[in-house]
């Protein structure tokens, strides 16, 4: 099962064990045990953890592909439930157990317009893919002083996308910070590549 389903569902062995992880705070105990069922699931099921990776990898491109196996949420999810009074009730609630909420408001007005704008600047699909395949591209396109700061921005990106999906899952939101390191690892890569064009 994904994830989510371990942390979250009824019928997982730690929720069953230890408890729903957002009702109470978990113990050192309990995030011993975790630990170490899903250290020893890593390292005895290597080729399945890969798999895994690789399915919510793809996810970045496409958020909707294997839904069934990792129904975690992609961007656009976290902006619709922002906005849903349950949401912002029960965080409220969690939030009021550390920190003062006296005085907190929501505006819907303000959620919106930050939708909007998260709308029109999310990178997925054929961009990100486009992005993607630019910068593994760029150190073979660029000339040779250029293959270390190139490897830098495009070693950060991968390193910023992979790194999440090979020790927890896909989430829309940890794609946001590659954006940038790709964007500009994707950029050489173009330039590169037309250089090449050019030169023949």
């Known amino acids: ?3 989510q ?9 730690a929720v069953r064990r ?3 992880p957002q009702v109470g705070e978990p113990s050192r105990s309990a995030v011993r045990h975790v630990g170490a069922f899903a250290r020893s699931a890593a390292l005895h099921q290597p080729f399945d953890l890969i798999e895994i990776a690789a399915r919510d990898f793809w996810r ?3 958020p909707g592909s294997f839904r069934p196996y990792s129904p975690s949420p992609s ?3 976290y902006q619709r ?9 029960r965080s409220l609630q969690l939030a009021g157990r550390r920190y003062s909420t006296r005085g907190t408001l929501v505006r819907h007005g303000l959620f919106a317009r930050l939708g909007d704008y998260e709308r029109v600047t999310r990178i997925e699909g054929p961009p990100l893919a486009v992005l993607l395949v ?3 591209l760029a150190p073979l396109a660029c000339p040779a002083p250029l293959r270390r700061g190139v490897l830098l921005l495009g070693g950060t990106a991968v390193a910023l996308l992979v790194v999440p999906v090979l020790t927890h899952e896909y989430d829309g939101r940890f794609g946001v910070p590659a954006y940038g390191p790709l964007a500009g690892a994707a950029a050489f890569g173009a330039l590169g590549l037309a250089r090449r064009v050019r030169a023949r």
């Open 18 to 20: 230890f408890g729903e």
């Open 134 to 136: 630019l910068a593994l």
């Open 60 to 62: 970045y491109v496409a």
């Open 1 to 3: 099962p994904s994830t």
């Open 5 to 13: 389903w371990y942390i979250f569902a009824g019928r997982s062995p």
């Open 81 to 89: 439930k922002l906005v849903e009074p349950q949401w912002i009730a």
């Open 75 to 77: 961007v656009a999810d």
